[in-house]
């Protein structure tokens, strides 16, 4: 397969072959509402590209392996740890939507470090409606065993519809309009967050039904509780909480990173960079009908 090219004015959004990665860069690129002072050039997936020397612009790429949890136990990475700093080489900046993957750069020296922006910045410029579905909760992902299981589960007390493996774009955008939350099971156990899941269900309008997440977000705030009865009429108010943590994280925030004035600042911890988030904007957003989409 080859790769995907997205263009939303002055930014070109690139994925690798696959459709997974390929669903993050669509939803991202759907979400810019960016107008920048100069070219880029996003990576989606930063650890499988080589930009070439001619690539637009600033480079931007976005890291996406789950290295470690919020307790610091080690993940599934397929990607050598050690090649961190290689990778980092490669860009002008890498965004870093973990913050338990802090540990990963505490041994790189300063001109490195310097480069990485922590936190998710993947998410809209503009504020999407709420759509309460009246159909059954909704997952959508890779089947693995321990998800399927999860699932069996779950299908004791509450009727909801998994959906085939492959189920992407528009299709994907159809199977969620109707539905009443997506459900978000880990691919292994611990506790981390699938930003671009997060993602999907946001633009979408749907709440989110969770096992833990790492923090910032919140049980019962920013997100209902896979074990816990399912309540839709919570679902605008969980809706509404974790637009204002989108808001924090919205891709044109990213500008004002420190990451691209190349200042010396200090790696934070993981806690730390989870008290760092950027102050809440207190602007009206638009909604997603008052500008204009990617050119």
């Excluded at 499988?48 to 690539?55: G, Q």
């Excluded at 470690?68 to 700093?85: N, Q």
């Excluded at 999860?150 to 299709?171: C, H, V, Y």
């Excluded at 809706?239 to 891709?251: G, I, K, P, V």
Aim: glycine share 8%; aromatic share 10%.
């Amino acid at each position: 397969m080859p790769i995907t090219v997205f263009n939303a004015r002055n930014v070109t959004i690139i994925t690798p072959p696959g459709p997974i990665l390929t669903q993050v860069g669509r939803d991202i690129c759907n979400g810019l509402r960016l107008d920048a002072a100069q070219e880029m050039t996003m990576f989606i997936g930063a650890q499988l590209f080589e930009p070439p020397p001619d690539t637009r612009g600033l480079r931007i790429g976005l890291q996406t392996e789950h290295f470690f949890d919020e307790s610091g136990a080690a993940l599934w990475s397929r990607f050598p740890p050690r090649m961190i700093g290689a990778v980092i080489q490669r860009y002008d900046v890498l965004i870093e939507m973990s913050f338990c993957n802090a540990p990963l750069y505490a041994h790189l020296p300063p001109e490195l470090r310097r480069k990485v922006a922590f936190g998710p910045y993947i998410y809209p410029d503009f504020q999407p409606d709420f759509r309460p579905g009246t159909g059954r909760p909704v997952f959508f992902g890779t089947p693995t065993d321990r998800r399927k299981a999860r699932i069996r589960g779950m299908r004791k007390r509450l009727k909801i519809d998994r959906m085939p493996r492959g189920t992407f774009s528009e299709t994907l955008a159809g199977v969620l309009e109707p539905a009443s939350a997506v459900i978000n099971i880990h691919l292994k156990e611990g506790r981390y967050t699938e930003y671009p899941r997060m993602l999907s269900a946001y633009l979408n309008g749907k709440m989110v039904l969770s096992e833990p997440l790492a923090s910032p977000l919140q049980m019962g705030v920013h997100y209902a509780d896979l074990d816990a009865a399912f309540d839709p009429s919570q679902a605008e108010t969980l809706f509404r909480n974790f637009s204002a943590f989108a808001r924090r994280f919205r891709s044109s925030t990213l500008l004002n990173h420190p990451a691209f004035s190349g200042a010396d600042v200090a790696l934070p911890t993981a806690d730390e960079a989870k008290a760092a988030l950027p102050d809440a904007p207190t602007d009206p957003l638009p909604g997603p009908g008052d500008m204009a989409a990617p050119a």
